[in-house]
């Protein structure tokens, strides 16, 4: 069963396969298909449209991701080779990638499955900061997200410092910080307990070495857990995401693919990016080689995805993977606003409705730009979970889903290029309780009564 | 007067380096400063800046006119060298840019590359992931004005200070600007680092690194 699909030949094909080198890549071939693509299938951003309907145009979407990553496959940055695929080989991985995921374990064991459009199970959800905390932070932040009861798993922050130095990619203090990370998560969801729960990655380790370094389930990451292996934008990965891949699978870990594609980079627009975000979910398969994928595309120039075209393009992405592949994908959303602002709940609400109603699991939410040390906490994800959850639970339908979130745009999306910074974790908790301040837990409240005022739905 | 400069730009915006050559020797031929066909360089720069920003231009289009003006900048100079053009000087400020130790992240760093060129700076792209020591001999050997590092990784930021610490320690500080950069990277942590640039966007980028070259920064 896929993954992991014949490893040998992919790392033969990164030695062997076309040559090609990286501008000739960007400019000559991937740029000028994903144009072509683009008026062949006439994929066309409708502002009026957050969440579209048309089933045609998801299927237009995976047609078009299909033929681009056929003609472009994957660039290996060390050897400039491209890893090409047929289709039959794509095929193949498809048809046999599982119908589910298992992670975690004991009373935290969840079932991860590909979810449908307007499906009315509930979504996966992973809370998760990914942001540089400092190390007496950092525990008090894991144990904060792992409170978090609608938390299916959680990841975790980077330990920014360690032992009063700067934790550095490839030093060796990443190594060390990667086993300091490993070993203060699975105390810090152990002490709030819960030991079981799926711990998504080792966010704090960049460098291949310091991720296998902690692939150790007797102190480090356990094979319930998550690795992830990351893809470089667009449609490239280096030695280091391949000496993962082949690491972890030895090792028999969760995998998840990593991927960000930028608006406005190698892609262009939302047009050109949405279908360049369906081919890289299909390098996440047959390259990366991935169980699960979180998806976390953004505004090269605002580093935002709430925004009305980014939305769009989320929605009409995990529609186009719903209808087509059987594929296990999170929809991360990231921010403008910062934490402990009406702004930034209604951006999480807005990015979890969008998603959940379009066929996404969560892996939930960025505050601040996802750019600011200490600028994130466990309440935007948990507002973005709550309304995913709801609007499963209530069936939504994505015309409803459409005016919905239109509503939840006009709130905010004039202000998205000045967004308030809001506060840092240690303004918006009680790090003694491990609780949210009476002030944000007042605004959560205040937020929540305006979503009921527009309609949307929410769980509790 | 007016079409030559309109086929130099249409030329430029179409990425067709061959007529963009033979109008900016058209263009010349007739007698013209070159430093004329550099502002108009300088105004189809902010151009793309602008278009840059407002998301009407994307960093392909980007790589592929700064080809082309980098093709056609050439021939100028060419030209002045062959017919010893008097007052056709341009102050060209000499950049090395990279993507620092442990960060594998460049399109940040190709994009306020790609804007650089056009402005008129002579960009040395080192790549991604360069060592610290790398970036300062490469600086060193192309008499470099200024140094620009990029960062998308906290965990990558702290190259950043270590290429400002090698410069110290080798007497050279004073030699350069240094400029950062990337997502993470905030104004705090390049006054924390002593950086003499930062920014928090590639036309900014751009912008602050005109300042310090004209001594404003």
């Known amino acids: 069963m896929a993954p992991p699909w014949r490893i040998p030949e992919i790392l033969r094909r990164a030695e062997k396969g076309p040559l090609c080198m990286e501008k000739d890549f960007d400019t000559k071939i991937l740029f000028p298909k994903i144009r072509e693509l683009i008026k062949e299938y006439d994929i066309k951003f409708d502002r009026e449209t957050v969440v579209p309907s048309d089933n045609s145009l998801a299927d237009d979407l995976w047609k078009a991701g299909l033929e681009l990553y056929l003609h472009t496959g994957t660039l290996c940055l060390e050897t400039s080779r491209r890893i090409m695929f047929t289709e039959d080989e794509i095929k193949e991985a498809i048809v046999s990638f599982p119908e589910k995921l298992v992670v975690g374990s004991g009373t935290e064991r969840r079932e991860v499955y590909h979810r449908e459009i307007e499906d009315r199970r509930r979504p996966f959800c992973v809370f998760s900061p990914s942001l540089p905390f400092s190390e007496e932070l950092f525990a008090i932040v894991e144990m904060a997200y792992a409170l978090e009861p609608l938390a299916d798993g959680v990841g975790a922050g980077v330990l920014d410092e360690l032992w009063g130095e700067k934790v550095r990619s490839k030093a060796p203090t990443d190594v060390s910080g990667a086993a300091a990370h490993a070993l203060m998560i699975r105390e810090a969801v152990r002490r709030v307990g819960r030991p079981n729960i799926y711990l998504a990655d080792v966010q704090t380790a960049l460098s291949d070495t310091a991720q296998i370094s902690v692939s150790n389930p007797e102190w480090g990451v356990r094979t319930t857990d998550g690795r992830m292996v990351g893809t470089i934008s667009e449609l490239k990965i280096d030695w280091g995401g391949l000496n993962r891949m082949v690491n972890f699978h030895n090792c028999g870990y969760i995998i998840m693919a990593l991927y960000g594609p930028m608006v406005g980079g190698y892609a262009g627009g939302v047009e050109g990016t949405a279908i360049v975000s369906v081919a890289s979910h299909l390098q996440a398969l047959m390259v990366n080689q991935g169980h699960l994928s979180t998806f976390f595309p953004f505004d090269i120039n605002q580093l935002n995805n709430t925004s009305r075209d980014l939305l769009w393009m989320i929605s009409l992405v995990y529609q186009a993977l719903a209808r087509n592949s059987p594929f296990l994908s999170m929809s991360n959303g990231i921010g403008a606003a910062g934490p402990c602002t009406e702004m930034v709940l209604l951006e999480a609400a807005a990015h979890g409705l969008v998603s959940t109603v379009s066929g996404a699991n969560l892996w939930e939410f960025f505050a601040a730009r996802n750019k600011y040390k200490d600028r994130t906490t466990p309440v935007e994800a948990r507002m973005a979970c709550e309304v995913g959850r709801a609007a499963a639970k209530e069936g939504i339908k994505r015309e409803e889903a459409n005016e919905l979130a239109k509503k939840l745009l006009k709130e905010y999306e004039g202000k998205i290029k000045n967004a308030p910074l809001g506060k840092k974790f240690q303004e918006c908790y009680d790090i003694k309780r491990v609780t949210p301040t009476q002030e944000y837990t007042e605004l959560y409240k205040n937020v929540k009564k305006k979503l009921i005022d527009l309609g949307i739905p929410v769980l509790i | ?217």
Request: proline share 2%; aromatic share 6%.
């Open chain 2, 1 to 217: 007067m007016e079409n030559l400069f309109g086929k130099l730009r249409k030329s430029i915006f179409e990425y067709n380096e061959e007529t963009a050559k033979e109008a900016v020797i058209e263009i010349l031929n007739q007698g013209i400063e070159p430093t004329k066909i550099f502002d108009e360089f300088a105004s189809i720069a902010k151009i793309l800046g602008d278009k840059f920003e407002t998301g009407e231009l994307f960093l392909p289009e980007l790589m592929l006119i700064a080809d082309v003006m980098k093709a056609a900048a050439d021939v100028i100079m060419s030209e002045i060298e062959r017919r010893k053009l008097m007052g056709a000087e341009r102050k060209l400020g000499k950049v090395v840019i990279a993507t620092v130790a442990g960060d594998i992240h460049d399109i940040g760093k190709n994009i306020v590359a790609f804007l650089l060129k056009v402005n008129g700076f002579e960009v040395h792209d080192l790549g991604r992931d360069v060592p610290s020591l790398e970036i300062v001999k490469r600086a060193a050997e192309i008499k470099a004005d200024i140094i620009a590092l990029s960062a998308l990784m906290t965990t990558s930021m702290p190259s950043q200070r270590e290429v400002i610490e090698i410069l110290k320690g080798t007497s050279q500080r004073e030699k350069y600007l240094v400029l950062i950069g990337g997502a993470p990277v905030t104004k705090e942590w390049a006054e924390e680092i002593g950086a003499d640039g930062w920014a928090d966007s590639a036309v900014r980028g751009v912008k602050i690194a005109q300042e310090l070259i004209s001594g404003g920064g």
